[in-house]
Structure formats: structure tokens, C-alpha cells
């Protein structure tokens, strides 16, 4: 589409910016807060955000806005989200299992995987999942995460050492 000609207000075009982000931009929100309902609450808010403002955004940079809207609402669910976190690493702690050994260490492994990357600092995690999870290029990341490509391939190498660190030999 012609970001020049495009009215983020047509239907069809919003339409089209919702195709082509939501899933990135919920994948994103997702790695910063760790809650897939908290996720969807806010990229639904940001979609509202970008129809509520689509006179005064420009196609080639919705992207952008509805990225930055979403960090935002995040940043103002912070204290929602570390309570979510703290009642998630109870219930994952209290859960028993009674499965062979092999599965039984895999699941404990998993949940020292999970509790490392949840641990990583918010940076390098959001870099790693985005990475990994999401298999999206550093310059991808760049764009998403709004700095450099060094700086993410400073995250990547710091979040792998911590983990290498943390995880020890497998």
C-alpha cells in the first residue's frame, strides 16, 4: 500500500494494519508482561487508540504508533503485571507431578528456563523472545524495539551469557 495516498481511516486500510500487526504487536506486548489476556487487552486498546486518532496518523507511520501506544498502556499496567507474575511463579511452584523421571526433569528445567528468561532484564528479554519466539531479524527488532541494530545485538549477547551463566550445563 502507498503510505502516501492511504487514510488510516478507510476501513479496508485499517483492516489491512490490523492483519499485518496485531499478531507482532501481541507477541511483543506479551514478552514485556507475560499474561496473553493482559496482551490482547492491550493491543485491542491500541487498535482503538489508532481508529480514535486515524486522522492524525500517517499510514507509514502506524506501525510506529500503534508499537509506541502499546509500550505505553503497558508501562500503566506495570503494577497489574507484577502481581500477575508473582501469583504465575506460585502456582507453577505449587503444582505436583507425578510422571516418569525424564519428564519430571524436563518440566523442572522448563521452569528454570522460564524463571531465568523472566528474569533477564526487560531489554534483553523482550530482544531474546522477539529473537527466538518470534524468529524476527535484528534489523526487525531494531525497528520494533526503536534503537540500533548494535544495541539489539548487545541485548542478544548479554541475554545469552546471563542465560549460559543461569543454566549452567544441560
Known sequence: MNSDTQS????????????????????????KCGDTEQAEDIVQEA???????????IFGKAKSYLFTVARNLFYNEVAHKKIVLEHQALSVNSST??????LLEEKEFMKKLKAVIANLPEKQREVFLLSRIDKKKYSEISEI??????????????????????LGDI
Open 47 to 57: 487498535f482503538i487508540k489508532l481508529w480514535d486518532n486515524c486522522a492524525k496518523v
Open 145 to 166: 524495539v526503536g534503537v540500533s541494530v548494535k544495541a539489539v545485538e548487545k541485548r542478544m549477547s548479554q541475554a545469552l551469557v546471563t542465560l549460559r551463566e543461569q
Open 8 to 31: 488510516v481511516c478507510k476501513e479496508e486500510t485499517y483492516e489491512f494494519l490490523f492483519n499485518a500487526h496485531a499478531k507482532t504487536l501481541h507477541n511483543f506486548v506479551y514478552y
Open 97 to 102: 507431578n507425578e510422571t516418569p523421571e525424564f
